[in-house]
């Protein structure tokens, strides 16, 4: 059976406590880590675009510093998905959509749409809000993935639409939000957010087993897996995504 690509990164690319021999070598130019990053990780989760609008040079920049068959995800403005009524993003998705993202070309994964904790299923508004969510942009096709933190969301219902309308369901592993195994798209995407501080590689090896069995299964039969340590004691998600990218490679 194929085994698809499994992509494993970090939130993000600048944070100082990387530096000095955590993850970036001591004295390492700080306009060269993604350059860095790109060569011992496999996927970014962009968290930049969450906060503010980006540059489309920005987007060049970033996609010329990383190698082939590297990938980028990206985080929707908080504009898009921190809202009561969800159904009224349109005219901030479009915003975000056209932001530039598509200049990472074929080095863009999907777009990550964060919901707030707050929030609750509703169906309408939320199967309208998938429905605002644009197949394509500039010629270049889009995947959605989609991250409720309120437990009103694990209804069938919920599920169902998903499944309708392509849009993953991202499997969140973290102490404050609920936790959702469905696969509703041809990929799965993974947000991992417990690491500790007192673990050198910021999970214990059985745990990173787990993750790798984890992945793997997702993986099997040709679906892409983008699985992120986010969050937790964040000095050690570098450590954590280098230690699964070589289980995997085992």
């Excluded at 980006?54 to 970033?62: E, G, L, R, V």
């Excluded at 921190?82 to 994964?109: D, H, P, V, W, Y």
């Excluded at 919901?115 to 939320?126: M, R, Y």
């Excluded at 609920?178 to 910021?202: H, K, M, N, S, W």
Aim: hydrophobic share 45%.
């Amino acid at each position: 059976m194929a085994q698809g690509k499994i992509h494993v990164g970090v939130g993000g690319w600048t944070y100082e406590p990387w530096r000095g021999g955590a993850f970036y070598p001591d004295k390492w130019p700080q306009a060269k880590e993604l350059d860095y990053a790109g060569q011992h990780l496999t996927g970014i989760e962009i968290n930049g675009t969450f906060y503010g609008r980006q540059k489309p040079a920005s987007f060049i920049k970033w996609r010329e510093a990383v190698p082939e068959g590297f990938v980028f995800t990206a985080k929707a403005n908080r504009f898009c998905t921190n809202r009561k009524i969800l159904a009224e993003a349109g005219e901030s998705i479009a915003k975000f959509a056209e932001q530039g993202i598509t200049e990472l070309g074929a080095k863009l994964g999907p777009i990550l749409w964060q919901l707030a904790a707050t929030k609750k299923f509703e169906a309408e508004d939320i199967a309208a809000f998938l429905q605002l969510l644009p197949a394509e942009q500039d010629g270049l096709k889009l995947r959605h993935a989609i991250e409720p933190r309120h437990e009103s969301f694990d209804d069938p219902a919920f599920f169902a639409l998903c499944r309708e309308a392509g849009v993953a369901v991202v499997y969140a592993e973290a102490e404050k939000f609920p936790r959702f195994a469905q696969q509703t798209a041809d990929f799965t995407y993974a947000r991992i957010q417990c690491a500790v501080e007192e673990e050198p590689l910021g999970y214990s090896d059985a745990e990173l087993d787990r993750l790798a069995d984890l992945a793997r299964g997702w993986a099997k039969g040709g679906r892409e897996v983008f699985l992120f340590f986010i969050s937790g004691a964040k000095v050690r998600n570098p450590a954590a995504a280098q230690a699964l990218i070589a289980r995997l490679a085992s």
